[in-house]
Structures are given as structure tokens and as C-alpha cells.
């Protein structure tokens, strides 16, 4: 498996941006689909974006449509999630996660990913 670390998160105004980093070691990414999901107080944790191997195919959960981009560098290991336009309901512990599996129905699943970082803290205050 793929070890991952979140970074990037942090306190940011509404209307702000914070762009949030995800390292791998152990293995290469270049195998793997990389997802985002987000995780707030006493909620579930939910899908935000995916990309595929070699970031020709992008998906996003419909409220962050327009507002986030997810991107990788595969010759770095590294996955990222630029977040423009944040909103307080935005805030949340974010997950990068690594799957070898591929397609938009399989990629919003959180119970697709076999690799998880930590998590990162966004907090987004009004």
C-alpha cells in the first residue's frame, strides 16, 4: 500500500483559499486513482474530488463544483486540492486517499480507496 500525508490545512476567511497537499511514499502514485473526501463534526465523511492516473479525468462532488480543482504531479507522488471560495460549510478534516480503481461511480465510494492519510484540518470562518 501507498502511505499518505496530508498538509495545507489550516483558518481561512470566507471567500479565501488554501491549497491542501497530499505526499505518498512507499509506493508510486502513477498506479492510482487519488481522491479527496471531507469529514465534518458528526457527519459522514464525504467525496470531494477525484482524478485518475494520469489526471485526464477530474471529478467533484457537486458542491464544490467550479470552486475546487484537484491535480497531481505523479512524478513528485504528490496529489493537491486547490480551494477557492471557501465557505463556512466547507469546514471539515480533509482525506487524501489512493485507489487503483478508476470510473466516477467507483471513485465517489469511499469504500473504494484502500490507502488514507490522516486527515487535514479547514476551518473556514464567516
Known amino acids: 500500500q501507498v502511505q499518505l500525508v496530508e498538509s495545507g490545512g489550516g483558518l481561512v476567511q470566507a471567500g479565501g483559499s488554501l491549497r491542501l497537499s497530499c505526499a505518498a511514499s512507499?509506493?508510486?502514485?502513477?498506479?492510482?486513482?487519488m481522491g479527496w473526501f471531507r469529514q465534518a463534526p458528526g457527519k459522514e465523511r464525504d467525496f470531494v474530488a477525484a482524478i485518475n492516473w494520469n489526471g485526464i479525468n477530474t471529478y467533484y462532488a457537486n458542491s464544490v463544483k467550479g470552486r475546487f480543482a484537484i491535480s497531481r504531479d505523479n512524478a513528485k507522488n504528490m496529489a493537491y486540492l486547490q480551494m477557492n471560495s471557501l465557505k463556512p460549510e466547507d469546514s471539515a478534516v480533509y482525506y487524501c486517499?489512493?485507489?487503483?480503481?478508476?470510473?466516477?461511480?467507483?471513485?465517489?465510494?469511499?469504500?473504494?480507496?484502500?490507502?488514507w492519510g490522516q486527515g487535514t484540518q479547514v476551518t473556514v470562518t464567516s
Open positions: 512507499g509506493r508510486t502514485i502513477s498506479a492510482y486513482a
Open positions: 486517499a489512493a485507489t487503483s480503481g478508476t470510473g466516477y461511480a467507483f471513485l465517489q465510494m469511499r469504500s473504494s480507496y484502500s490507502s
